[in-house]
């Protein structure tokens, strides 16, 4: 990863967010990773105490689903790639509360991107989007590896 970059990532209280955030935080000093989790119950900042006093992470208690907060995020802070792990995970749950997970999942997602798009002004170059999600999202593997 190049150097000097500043890195959203979503959702790094969870569970596989706390091992991504970890990973970069330590391997790439020169970068500055912002961590934004609402914290629901599936987010614990015990996952990543470890590093919480790192001088290249910052952690902000929000909401992906706040299109203000979100696009502020990208204004103070020239977010050049992100990193989207934030999500109503657990499929179960989404019998019980729908709403919740298209409003996560889906406006949260939207209000990310349309953040990355207004933000970079079409100068794509060297700037990365990474949406971490699922098979239900985008379809089975299929047999590679047969
Ligand atoms: N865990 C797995 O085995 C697995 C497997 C395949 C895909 N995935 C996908 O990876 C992604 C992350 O999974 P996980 O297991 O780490 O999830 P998780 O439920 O452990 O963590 C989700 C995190 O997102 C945060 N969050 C939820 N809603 C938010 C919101 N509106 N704004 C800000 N933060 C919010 C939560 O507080 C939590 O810290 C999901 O898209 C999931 O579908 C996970």
């Known amino acids: 990863m ?54 290249n992470y910052t952690f902000i208690k929000g909401d992906i689903c706040d299109a203000v907060l979100v696009m502020s995020i990208f204004n103070d802070y020239k977010i050049d790639g992100v990193i989207h792990l934030a999500a109503e995970s657990h499929v179960d749950r989404s019998i019980k509360d729908p709403l919740a997970f298209i409003q996560t999942n889906v406006l949260g997602t939207v209000n990310l991107l349309n953040a990355a798009k207004e933000s970079w002004q079409k100068k794509y170059e060297g700037k990365l989007f990474y949406h971490v999600s699922t098979d ?3 379809g089975s593997l299929g047999n590679w590896f047969v």
Do not use: Q, W
């Not at 970059?5 to 500055?32: D, E, Q, W």
């Open 2 to 55: 190049h150097s000097n970059r500043n890195i959203l990532i979503t959702g790094a209280a969870g569970f596989i967010g706390s091992h991504v955030l970890r990973l970069m935080v330590l391997k790439y000093p020169n970068c500055h990773f912002f961590n934004l989790d609402v914290l629901t119950y599936a987010g614990n900042l015990e996952n990543i105490k470890d590093i919480e006093s790192a001088m």
């Open 136 to 138: 239900e999202v985008y």
